[in-house]
C-alpha cells in the first residue's frame, strides 16, 4: 500500500513558476515509478509526466517538454515536477500517480494523490 500527499498547488501569473511536490508513504515506495496527471475543468485526466523508480526513464506530454522538468528524491520518497513559463492552459487539479508499472497509460492498480489545484492567470 501506497499513500501520495502533494503539495505545491496555487495561484500564479502566466509566464511564472511552480514546483508541486508528491510525498509517498509505504515500505516500498522508492521502487514505485511516478508520475503526473492533471484534470481541467470539463476535460478528462491526462498525462503530463513520468518517472521511473530509478529515474533513468522520464517522459513527458508534448506541450509540456521544455517548461516542465520531474525529478525524484528517493531518499526522501518524493517525486517533484518543476513548472515554469506556466499558461492559462495549464489550469487543472494535478494528481500524483504511482504504480509498478510505467504510469503514462494508468492502470486499475495505480495509487493516487488526492490532488493539487493550479491556477494560472492570464
Known amino acids: 500500500q501506497v499513500q501520495l500527499v502533494e503539495s505545491g498547488g496555487g495561484l500564479v501569473q502566466a509566464g511564472g513558476s511552480l514546483r508541486l511536490s508528491c510525498a509517498a508513504s509505504?515500505?516500498?515506495?522508492?521502487?514505485?515509478?511516478m508520475g503526473w496527471h492533471r484534470q481541467a475543468p470539463g476535460k478528462e485526466r491526462e498525462f503530463v509526466a513520468q518517472?521511473?523508480?530509478?529515474?533513468?526513464?522520464?517522459d513527458y506530454v508534448d506541450h509540456v517538454k521544455g517548461r516542465f522538468t520531474i525529478s525524484r528524491d528517493n531518499a526522501k520518497n518524493t517525486v517533484y515536477l518543476q513548472m515554469n513559463s506556466l499558461k492559462p492552459e495549464d489550469t487543472a487539479v494535478y494528481y500524483c500517480?504511482?504504480?509498478?508499472?510505467?504510469?503514462?497509460?494508468?492502470?486499475?492498480?495505480?495509487?493516487w494523490g488526492q490532488g493539487t489545484q493550479v491556477t494560472v492567470s492570464s
Open positions: 518517472i521511473s523508480w530509478n529515474g533513468g526513464i522520464i
Open positions: 500517480i504511482a504504480d509498478n508499472v510505467l504510469v503514462r497509460v494508468p492502470t486499475t492498480t495505480a495509487y
Open positions: 509505504g515500505r516500498t515506495s522508492r521502487l514505485y515509478n
